[in-house]
């Protein structure tokens, strides 16, 4: 199965507004960071793959299917938004088995998974707890297991740490890893310490274009620099550009 996400020239705007410029590269099975400033184009990015926006120019392919399929390509993927809500006077259980329910998961599927989620996503104990008594960071892993209910084979995070804690974002970074050994799992932060500890393959895009594709390592040995902060620096100001 092709598992690869493939960005070509992709172009966006609003109104007279360019938002993403010319945009192009791949992203392969594993994790897979998007790193770039606020305002830099990574959620209109994300909303392109998502097939929340059509592409202005250019193409985009999930998983060998364009975006343009759009029941095909959300049948695929799993989407945590930047800015994620979910039914506060529910309980957990409640919310996610409603999602379940819209999406046409038959009963016995639904009582399988819901409880197979809660548990990797360390919600086990929440499940009659309400949404909205949730703290941040349990809402956030509440996020990832509504992404995760149709079992997608991609995962695209907005800024899924942001805000968090260290101790959260560690526990963040872990759930990520583990999925990304089956899975493509798209990590969108402006925190360069989440790609650095968890990415071996990583984009940076600044004002709607492209900087960098490629390897960590890569990056590294690019700008001559030995930290992924000195690196990533070095992109976004201008001094090295793919």
């Given at each position: 199965m ?8 992709l172009c966006?705007?609003?109104?007279r ?19 770039g400033r606020?305002?830099a ?16 120019g ?34 957990v ?6 999602l ?7 009963k ?19 499940g ?17 297991a ?6 997608p ?24 890893r ?17 790609i ?12 709607g ?7 960590s390592?890569?990056?590294l ?22």
């Open positions: 092709n598992t690869e996400i493939v960005i070509s020239h966006q705007s609003y109104g507004k360019e938002v993403l410029a010319d945009v192009s590269f791949t992203i392969p099975q594993g994790m897979f960071g998007l790193l606020n305002g184009g990574k959620t209109t990015l994300m909303k392109t793959l998502t097939t929340l926006l059509a592409p202005k250019g193409s985009v392919t999930v998983c060998g299917v364009p975006v343009s399929q759009s029941l095909r390509v959300r049948e695929m993927t799993g989407y945590l938004p930047q800015e994620f809500s979910m039914y506060p006077s529910m309980t259980y409640e919310a996610l088995d409603y379940s329910v819209l999406s046409g998961m038959p016995q599927l639904r009582q399988k998974r819901i409880p197979e989620l809660l548990l990797k996503v360390n919600l086990s104990d929440r009659g707890t309400k949404v909205k008594a949730l703290s941040g960071g349990m809402k956030r892993r509440l996020g990832i509504q992404a995760l209910l149709h079992d084979q991609v995962i695209i995070a907005d800024e899924p740490t942001a805000g968090l804690d260290p101790e959260e974002r560690v526990r963040f970074r872990e759930l990520f583990e999925l990304a050994r089956e899975k493509t799992v798209l990590l969108s932060t402006h925190i360069v310490s989440d650095e500890e968890s990415c071996e393959n990583l984009a940076i895009l600044d004002q274009k492209l900087r960098y594709a490629g390897s390592k890569g990056l040995d690019q700008t001559g620099t030995q930290s992924m902060e000195q690196a990533y620096l070095a992109c976004i100001h201008g001094t090295k550009e793919v």
